[in-house]
C-alpha cells in the first residue's frame, strides 16, 4: 500500500504479533526487528535491532491481559525509539485498556484512563491511533493528536451482507443506556428499527435485566457493544430479549474481545447464535468457540497508518 515507504517503520512488543504482521503485509513493508523480554524479577526489556532515526515509526500494541505488562512493554518501546531519535512515533493501540476508569464513579476514585494518557505522552509518543475508546472523552485526557477508528462499520456490513432485507425482520439492541449512542448509529446504518435493555448493575461485573424498551416480539435481535468483558451483560440480555421480549433468535457483536472471567462458561450457556467479535485482541485457542465469527481489524488500520504518513484526514476512511 505504501510504495513510498522508505522512511516509515512498523515494531510490535508481545500482545498482538498476528494483528501487527497483518497491517504489515496490508501496507506491504517488513515488520521491524525488536527484541521484548522479561527478566526473571519481571522487568521488561526492550531491544531495538534496526535503526530508527528520522523515521515515521508506528507502534502495534494493544493494552489487554495481562494489561500491565503490555502497557509497559509499550511505553518502554516508545522509550527506545524516543531515544535512538525516531523522526515521530505513533501508538497504535487496538485495544486501550484502562478505558472503563474515565472519571470518579464515587469519592477518591482515581481516573486511570488519564494516567494512562499522561505515561503514554511522557514516554515520547507523538500520536495515538486506536479504535472504539469506551469513553470518546479519552480523546481530551492526550495533549497529544488521537485517531478514534470506528468499528461499528465493520461489523454492520458483516450483518448486512448475512441479513438482506434486515429492515423488516430485525431489531438493533442496546444492552444498556450506556450504549444508545452506538447501538443507534449502528441501526442507521443497517436501517433498522432500536431497542434498549434497561438494566441495574450491583457490583461491578454483575448486572441483571429490568426492562426492554422497544418491540423485540418476533423479531431477529442483534446486541451491540464496544466490548466484552466477563459477559453478563450480553448473556442477561440475550436471556431477556427471548424470554421476556418474544425474539425468534438473538446475535451480539462487540468490537474488543476482553473475555475475562466466565465470559467462555456464559457463551457456552446462553441462547446466542452468533457472537461477531473484531480482532484488536488476541484471541487464545481455548477461548475461541464455533459461535464466535472474528473480523479482521488489519485493513482499516493499515489504510489509518497510510493517512497519517500521507498527512492526508483519515476520515475517508469511512467514506
Known amino acids: 500500500m505504501i510504495s513510498h515507504g522508505k522512511n516509515i517503520q512498523i515494531f510490535t512488543a508481545n500482545s498482538h ?3 501487527a504482521n497483518k497491517i504489515a503485509d496490508d501496507l506491504h513493508l517488513p515488520l521491524s526487528e525488536s527484541i521484548v523480554q522479561t527478566f526473571s524479577d519481571g522487568e521488561i526489556s526492550v ?3 534496526e535503526s530508527v ?4 515509526v508506528f507502534v502495534i500494541q494493544s493494552t489487554s491481559y495481562p494489561v500491565n505488562d503490555n502497557l509497559m512493554e509499550l511505553l518502554i518501546m516508545i522509550d527506545a525509539l ?3 531519535s525516531a523522526g515521530r512515533i505513533t501508538a497504535v493501540i487496538p485495544y486501550f485498556g484502562y478505558a472503563r476508569q474515565d472519571r470518579k464513579a464515587k469519592a477518591r476514585d482515581p481516573i486511570s484512563a488519564k494516567l494512562v494518557a499522561n505515561l503514554i505522552t511522557t514516554a515520547g509518543a507523538d500520536r495515538v491511533l486506536t479504535m472504539d475508546l469506551h469513553a470518546p472523552q479519552i480523546q481530551g485526557f492526550f495533549d497529544i493528536p488521537v485517531d478514534n477508528l470506528q468499528g461499528a462499520p465493520l461489523l454492520a456490513k458483516y450483518f448486512c451482507q448475512k441479513f438482506p432485507n434486515m429492515s423488516e425482520d430485525t431489531v438493533v439492541v442496546s444492552p444498556d443506556l450506556g450504549s444508545v449512542s452506538r447501538s443507534r448509529a449502528f441501526a442507521q446504518r443497517c436501517n433498522t428499527s432500536l431497542a434498549v435493555i434497561d438494566k441495574r448493575r450491583a457490583r461491578a461485573n454483575v448486572s441483571e435485566v429490568c426492562n426492554i424498551i422497544g418491540d423485540v416480539r418476533g423479531k431477529r435481535a442483534i446486541l451491540v457493544d464496544d466490548m466484552i468483558d466477563t459477559a453478563g451483560t450480553i448473556c442477561n440480555a440475550a436471556k431477556a430479549l427471548i424470554e421476556i421480549g418474544g425474539a425468534v433468535e ?3 457483536c462487540a468490537t474488543h474481545a476482553v473475555l475475562s472471567g466466565p465470559a467462555i462458561e456464559r457463551f457456552q450457556a446462553s441462547p446466542l447464535k452468533e457472537v461477531v467479535l473484531l480482532d484488536t485482541i488476541e484471541l487464545p485457542a481455548e477461548k475461541k468457540l464455533d ?3 472474528l473480523l479482521s481489524t488489519a485493513d ?3 489504510k489509518a497508518i497510510t493517512c497519517i ?4 484526514p483519515i476520515s475517508t476512511i469511512f467514506d
Open 17 to 19: 504479533k498476528e494483528l
Open 47 to 49: 531491544s531495538l535491532c
Open 53 to 56: 532515526r528520522g523515521r515515521d
Open 82 to 84: 524516543k531515544r535512538a
Open 250 to 252: 438473538v446475535y451480539a
Open 291 to 293: 459461535k464466535f465469527t
Open 300 to 302: 482499516i488500520f493499515a
Open 309 to 312: 504518513y500521507d498527512d492526508s
